[in-house]
């Protein structure tokens, strides 16, 4: 079990890059028309804000910056998307189309918990204050 826990920040970064490239193809989809996405008109309501959201927050989560508040913002957008769009239809995500909405809210809200693992500009910048904070004050010589 040592195994699992001595990897488990390594895991949860490439768990948080993957996620983040999921959501930024979704964005990139939606806003430029890519990967076979159906592309929608620029700033329509609430598709193309969405698809900002994914693309902006997507890419912020996928390099691991603010990933904490981007990942809550993830999803939270699919929680609405989940309650407005598929929820109406049936209260299933199975009959109701919603599985992926589900699934991004609550992997996104898993990863705004965990943080973002040892591959991240968070961690970074996180190590480079604690380097500057812990570092010996040089000593005057005095005459």
Request: glycine share 12%.
């Amino acid at each position: 079990m040592r195994y699992f826990e001595q990897g488990k920040e390594y895991v949860i970064s490439l768990y948080r890059i993957v996620l983040g490239l999921l959501f930024v193809s979704h964005g990139l989809g939606t806003i430029f028309g890519l990967f076979g996405g159906k592309q929608s008109a620029v700033g329509a309501w609430p598709g193309w804000w969405a698809a900002a959201i994914q693309l902006v927050a997507g890419a912020l989560v996928l390099i691991g910056l603010f990933t904490r508040v981007a990942a809550l913002l993830c999803s939270g957008s699919m929680a609405y998307a989940y309650f407005t769009v598929h929820m109406p239809k049936s209260f299933f995500p199975i009959l109701n189309g919603g599985e992926a909405s589900v699934q991004f809210c609550w992997a996104f809200l898993l990863l705004a918990f965990l943080g973002p693992g040892v591959w991240s500009i968070d961690r970074m910048i996180r190590r480079g204050t604690a380097i500057r904070i812990s570092a010996p004050v040089p000593q005057t010589a005095e005459a």
